[in-house]
């Protein structure tokens, strides 16, 4: 079922969850074992996330190194199915253009409606680490948008090269938003613009970044409804987890906390004293998005849903 009919049919906010394929050489069990704990929150929808292959340096018997190209964390397509097939919940792949052409891509979604995902979360995807920005495949997308306009080409039957009208595909498309604005836009305004495109291409929700306060969440939808974004927007949610965690969410994400939630953060002296604080802000976070009426609460996991379920367990 389409995420949007999730919503459409939702007597009140919905909950799901983001989940990562594990490390290559990792059981399955290790997915299971973090879907278990949610699933009495009552998911409609999982997500699962896409890494791709990033290039290390080996030392060959000669001394030379060689660039190799690896996927740490394969299996999203695979994954997809298998939570399906256990769970009877929808799984949403997330679907990016780095390092896919237009014809793996078609290819990578006709796998995913023989398997019966009515839903993909397109991207853009970041640039791998030994890029300075990001470079898409050759005969590739350089925008979300373009990857959206060719899942929704495929809904219609255009596939590509064929002239001939085949057997259109129903995937439910959803992009990503930026209530703090993605770091590579010049402005607020001019992301937005990019994310009406998005959904002026097709994207029939929004997932956002996470975010710390409320307000910049409440602000966003205010903006996007104003430029005429009228999808539902799902806010994403992510608990901080450990001290790494204060410094690496806003450097990587380009997020900031608020000074309410920073001033308890400096107080933490362990990863114990932090996991609290995070499942503290996540319960305000939560409950104040839910009685706003929000459509759904997503909440990243990153491989921990124990703090999840802390704080669904108090908010769902
Ligand atoms: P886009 O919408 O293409 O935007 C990228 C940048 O380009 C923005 O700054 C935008 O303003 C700008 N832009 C857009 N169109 C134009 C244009 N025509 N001209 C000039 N500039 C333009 N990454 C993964 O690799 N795997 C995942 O599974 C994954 N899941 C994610 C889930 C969510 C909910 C979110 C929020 C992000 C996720 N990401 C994931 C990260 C995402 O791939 C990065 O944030 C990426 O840098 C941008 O992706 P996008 O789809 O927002 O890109």
């Given at each position: 079922m389409k995420v949007t009919d999730h919503i459409k049919d939702a007597k009140e906010t919905l909950f799901s969850f983001e989940i990562l394929p594990p490390l290559?050489?990792?059981?399955i069990q290790s997915i299971y074992d973090g879907i278990d704990p949610l699933m009495e929150f009552n998911p409609k929808f999982v997500n699962v996330t896409y890494h791709r292959e990033e290039y290390v340096y080996k030392e060959r018997d000669n001394g030379l190194l060689e660039k190799i190209s690896i996927r740490k964390r394969p299996g999203t397509v695979g994954i997809c199915a298998a939570i399906m097939n256990k769970y009877d919940v929808d799984a949403v792949p997330h679907l990016i253009?780095?390092?896919?052409?237009k014809e793996e891509t078609e290819n990578a979604l006709i796998d995913l409606q023989f398997l019966g995902i009515d839903n993909v979360l397109a991207l853009r995807g970041d640039s791998i680490k030994t890029e300075s920005s990001f470079r898409p495949h050759k005969n590739g997308h350089s925008f979300a948008k373009e990857l959206i306009e060719q899942v929704v080409d495929m809904n219609k039957g255009n596939y590509l090269m064929d002239d001939i009208h085949l057997e259109p595909t129903g995937f439910c498309i959803g992009a990503a938003g930026y209530p703090e604005k993605?770091?590579?836009?010049?402005?607020l305004s001019t992301d937005l613009l990019h994310l009406k495109e998005k959904v002026d291409a097709g994207a029939e929700y929004i997932v956002t970044q996470m975010?710390?306060?409320?307000q910049k969440y409440f602000d966003f939808v205010k903006a996007c409804r104003i430029i005429g974004i009228n999808v539902p927007i799902i806010p994403g949610l992510k608990p901080i987890k450990s001290m790494n965690h204060i410094s690496f969410l806003p450097k990587f994400f380009h997020i900031d906390y608020p000074e309410e939630l920073s001033k308890e953060l400096l107080k933490c002296n362990s990863n114990e004293d932090v996991k609290n604080v995070g499942i503290e802000w996540g319960v305000h976070q939560s409950k104040e998005l839910k009685k706003a009426g929000v459509p759904c609460i997503h909440y990243y996991t990153m491989s921990n849903s124990e703090m999840v379920k802390a704080i669904a367990s108090k908010t769902f």
């Open positions: 290559k050489g990792k059981s253009c780095g390092g896919f052409s993605h770091f590579e836009a010049m402005n975010f710390f306060d409320n």
